[in-house]
T-cell receptor
């Protein structure tokens, strides 16, 4: 069964600190993996996308990594800001059906001053 | 540029009442359209997706239905709401060429009482 699991479920950090969110998936065959940021009460917004051949992708203070062998991805946030408080969702697409995305349940990040 | 509009933002409805949520996309043609539901503390669940007018696939059997009367209009409906229909509903679109990159609307928070 194609699944996407994220950890931790929630995370609290102080402003200025770094953090890393994890995503493990069992989706096969793999097409791509996206990280989305979802502010409370809003729709998710895409942060990064990685295909099988990509190991690292950055978007400002966000850096995503992908290990296609172990089927793991991480999202690293550097020098966190209060505005980083949101849910971060890992989404994987299977090349069998690129119209159907497989969503993780997300990591709820809270950044405190 | 492309934009997606979803309304209403919040809705409180009694059990057994009908439902109609609307979503329109501007700035693109023949988009893939999606309805997702996000229950509290859970991941996004795909409800319906459409690759064209009157071409709608249902992912989860339930008392909800979707219609696409125009190319860029997607409507989520119910004849009689259940308590379990409460949740955060998100409309999304993607380009036919890049189906895995979703652009989400701002969401509708539905409370069925």
């Amino acid at each position: 069964k194609n699944q996407v699991e994220q950890s931790p479920q929630s995370l609290i950090i102080l402003e200025g600190k770094n953090c890393t969110l994890q995503c493990n998936y069992t989706v096969s065959p793999f097409s791509n993996l996206r990280w989305y940021k979802q502010d409370t009460g809003r729709g998710p917004v895409s942060l990064t996308i990685m295909t099988f051949s990509e190991n690292t992708k950055s978007n400002g203070r966000y850096t995503a990594t992908l290990d296609a062998d172990t089927k793991q991805s991480s999202l690293h946030i550097t020098a966190s800001q209060l505005s980083d408080s949101a849910s971060y969702i890992c989404v994987v697409t299977s090349s069998y059906n690129t119209d159907k995305l497989i969503f993780g349940t997300g990591t709820r990040l809270q950044v405190f001053p | 540029s492309q934009t997606i509009h979803q309304w209403p933002a919040t809705l409180v409805q009694p059990v057994g009442s009908p439902l109609s949520l609307e979503c329109t996309v501007e700035g693109t043609s023949n988009p893939n359209l999606y309805w997702y539901r996000q229950a509290a503390g859970r991941g996004l669940q795909l409800l319906f997706y459409s690759i064209g007018i009157d071409q709608i696939s249902s992912e989860v059997p339930q008392n909800l239905s979707a219609s696409r009367p125009q190319d860029r209009q997607f409507i989520l409906s119910s004849k009689k709401l259940l308590l379990s229909d409460s949740g955060f509903y998100l409309c999304a679109w993607s380009d036919v060429g890049i189906p895995e990159k979703l652009f989400f609307g701002s969401g509708t928070q539905l409370s069925v009482l």
